[in-house]
């Protein structure tokens, strides 16, 4: 920079204007200002001039020249103006002039006009719905054009199937367009749908579901076994079929104790995230006690697998399906179960005592099971239906007559299920009502007999026999394949 520079230009950037004529001076009543500070510091702080809009015009001073505006951009500013800055504010010029406005960033009156639905970007959205039935109305909801959302249900309710299994929708939409739609069940079955040239290509979603094995041990606690096997992970709706595996073997609200040991095995499905899909599956359950172990394993014999079973009302046992056997392949089952209900407990035993309502010593020639009403009602054995109706004290009465001769009796029901006749067959397992206090009953329980040659015995000492049932051949392999596998997944877990 040349001297003549120097003379010409003022230091006071609040006088900056570069190249921009002035007006001329006007005279002015006030006195002068004084001359302002060289130290930035002070800018701004003691500016002994009135506001723009107030401030009067003065004389130039003498030894300054006329004083600019300030300018647009900094930028504009000489190398040297830059750097006298830079050195009298460390540095913090440099951080204003790197500062560049934001990609795309627009004017306050360009972000508050309304956008055009052209301009719209597609957007994603995730629903659950209920069943393939509420994809239609719940895409319209969304936004989504009405034919479009019609076509895409339509479309995805072939693959995903009539049912009432909730329904994961994935689609991005575009000014009320379906872009693209997957739409699948929780095991990841489904459809997923795509815009084209020509509407919409589809492609079929298959089914991706990993099944694992999962072994669990616990010990009994001294509240209940629900209470300790769930404290081990057991998933609670496999409680009742860990009770229902020893139904021949043990009586678990007498023959248990806290310290005993169980272990269970169960499988369960699930999908790609990892997620579990659908309920799990009992398939190894032992039980050790102080007096008596046992170790099963579920199994389904290959020329039964398919079967129907005799199922009647909801909560029925099926009689066809799996069973257990012991690790020889000796199915469990034995002429009678031990206790034809699940989860009650004994509220008074087979023996002489005084009867609850009249008052006097009498045998009890049965065994009580208190359980709230509605509380399923097992046969206990393969039978025919020998009476069932109301009668008397016994209220709802049933009387099986079993295929050894034997005679079982349930009493006090709430009701006894439909099909549930006189002469009809029943298999052991099939419900056939439910618990109650009907005739002379002092509370909700199943007054249960075993009658053997007409005589009333104690049916939790009776020895049921042992089943003449036992795999072989091609069946016996096939256990054989579950038990090892069962066992290897059990030696990793311990």
Known sequence: MNDSDDDDLSFDPRSWDIGRPTAPPVPSPRSAPQSP?????????????????????????????????????????????????AIASGGAVWAILDRQPAPGLQSVAATTAPASPAAVAASRRILTVAGAGAIGPSLVAAGVDATEANDAATRARGPLGAGSDDVRLVFDIESGHLIHLDATREDGAGIALARGAGGFTQQILSAHLVQRLTIVRGELDARDFYSAAVAAGINDTLVSDFANAFAFDFDLQREVAPGDIFEAGFEQRYNAAGNPVGVPVLVYASLETAAKSRALYRFTPPEQKGAPGQKGAPGQKDATGPKWYDANGRSTVRTLMRTPIDGARISSPFGMREHPVLGFMKLHRGTDFAAPTGTPIFASGDAVVEFAGLKGPNGNFVKLRHDNGWETLYLHMNRILPGIIAGARVVQGRQIGEVGTTGRSTGPHLHYEVHIDGQPTDPLALQMGKSSETLTGAALKAFDALRDRVDARRSAAN
């Open 37 to 85: 500070s060289f130290d930035p510091r002070s800018w701004g702080k003691s500016d002994p001039r009135p506001a723009p809009e107030q401030q009067p015009t003065s004389p130039t001073p003498p030894s300054l020249a006329p004083a600019p505006a300030f300018p647009k951009s900094i930028a504009q500013l000489g190398p040297a103006i830059l750097a006298g800055f």
